[in-house]
């Protein structure tokens, strides 16, 4: 870890104590709460349960009757499999906006801890955490990328390197619903590329995708070709919270 992200993470911690106030519903918690959310905020989250999508990793419901979810059944993705921690309702949406459009940059290093146990609870191994990157002009506005904030976090715990910057942002893609294979592809390629700057060995090397949310896959997708384009082994991606599994409209 560099001195800066040192100074970030001491910065951080002077400003907003971790475990004094619920992450989600700022009620007042103990120093024993897990990500620093109270037990009522614990209950309202969709938490992981014992089916989830093999491909994907998309929470599924315990009388859904298939190993993948309806969009992995539809089409197939770049990476080779997804994790996430929750699934996407009201509670996680006011936390994620909180974090992402509301200044609180200090959610992440707890969002990066749950991130860290759900993937302690799977038998792969990485040689590179890399989180998605946002467009520069978004990033300058925001002022940080929620994503980056998460990987180190998750590097810190884990002892993997972490490398914010390997995948650069050139364009925004389009929504993916709608589009057929082709275009899709189409849409995909060229929205990511591995960074000039990057220094980080690629070739056959196992890497951690590292979002937010996990909803369509497309940026999961698109920076998933832009690092087997360069050689990536392996490549799979974690993010904190996933989209429902909804069948697709006839
Ligand atoms: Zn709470
Ligand atoms: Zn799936």
């Keep these: 870890m560099g001195v800066f992200e040192k100074g970030f993470e001491k910065a951080m911690e002077w400003i907003y104590p971790s475990n004094i106030y619920c992450i989600s519903c700022g009620s007042i918690i103990d120093n024993s709460r897990d990500y620093a959310l109270c037990d009522s905020c614990m ?33 197939d ?24 459009y509301r200044g609180k940059a200090y959610i992440g290093r707890k969002l990066g801890d749950a991130l860290y146990d759900r993937m302690s609870l ?6 590179l955490l890399v ?16 994503a980056d904030i998460m990987a180190r976090r998750m590097s810190r715990r884990s002892g993997i390197p972490c490398a914010p910057g390997l995948l ?14 082709f275009e899709r592809y189409e849409n995909l390629r060229g929205a990511f590329s591995v960074s000039p700057q ?53």
Aim: hydrophobic share 30%; glycine share 8%; proline share 6%.
């Design 131 to 146: 989180p998605v990157p946002m467009h520069r002009k978004k990033q300058a506005r925001r002022g940080y990328n929620q």
């Design 77 to 100: 993705h770049e990476f080779d499999r997804g994790f996430t921690c929750v699934q996407y309702g009201l509670y996680e949406r006011g936390l994620l906006m909180d974090y992402k």
């Design 198 to 250: 990057n220094h980080y060995p690629i070739e056959g090397k196992r890497i951690l995708l590292i979002d937010d949310i996990y909803t369509t896959g497309s940026t999961a997708d698109a920076c998933s070709l832009a690092l087997r384009e360069a050689g990536a082994g392996r490549v799979c991606v974690v993010s904190f919270a996933c989209g429902a599994n909804i069948p697709p409209k006839q």
């Design 122 to 127: 799977e038998e792969e191994t990485f040689d």
């Design 43 to 75: 209950q309202r989250f969709h938490w992981l349960g014992e089916k989830t999508c093999q491909k994907c990793g998309k929470i599924l419901s315990p009388d859904y009757r298939n190993p993948l979810c309806w969009d992995c059944r539809t089409f």
């Design 168 to 181: 650069q942002r050139r364009r925004e893609t389009l929504p993916m619903k709608g589009l057929g294979p």
